[in-house]
């Protein structure tokens, strides 16, 4: 990559919070690409959309709740958050469970920004 | 027997496999595996269906992690881990649906 040159991250969540590490290790990539100055864009999916699920209490597991951490996304020039209406549906889940403000497109739309990206990392 | 299952249904097959084959008796949500434990999801029917065959319980700091405590369904016991310990003991043995 040539200085200066920003590219196009996307970064494809489809794991639920606690029950692996990828979600927090998502997390730590996606703000280390916004602090090279990067276009970056969430998507969460699957399993993924329970990320965002407002109320999350991890004390009793005694692990630390890394989900306000979605909230501070936007003061890293991170505002691109994408989530599947499907993936919602199927877990009984509305926009309004979500701890931060998203927009919610269908698989297929979902698709065409994929195809537009530079580099599309999973986790 | 108690069965512990500790996947999402709706990322892994761990919970199928377990209401497939396991014989009636116990069976534990623990981990992601308490995402099978809550309404409004495409995969509540197979929980109220085993509810015939199996007691079943969900661990509650794993829900509350997930933000999820307050939709279990109906029938589906909470525990703490007090309680998993109670039910380890209570059973001859215990099988991971890994």
Known sequence: ?123 | MLNIVNKSPLDRNALDACLRIAAPGALLLIEDGVYAAIRGTAHEARITAALARFRVYALLPDLEARAVADRVIDGVTTIDYGGFVDLVAEHNACQSWL
Request: aromatic share 10%; charged share 25%; no cysteine.
């Open chain 1, 1 to 123: 990559m040539s200085e200066g040159t920003a590219k196009k991250f996307m970064f494809v969540n489809r794991t639920a919070p606690y029950g692996t590490v990828y979600a927090l290790e998502s997390l730590e990539v996606v703000l280390i690409t916004a602090a090279f100055d990067q276009e970056v864009s969430l998507v969460f999916v699957d399993d993924g959309v329970w990320q965002l699920k407002k109320g999350q209490q991890t004390k009793g597991i005694e692990t630390k709740n890394f989900s306000p951490t979605y909230r501070a996304l936007e003061d890293y020039d991170v505002e691109k958050l994408y989530v599947e209406r499907e993936s919602l549906d199927a877990r009984g889940l509305a926009e309004g469970d979500l701890i931060v403000a998203v927009t919610v497109l269908p698989a297929a739309e979902l698709g065409k920004l994929m195809a537009e990206q530079d580099v599309v990392l999973s986790f």
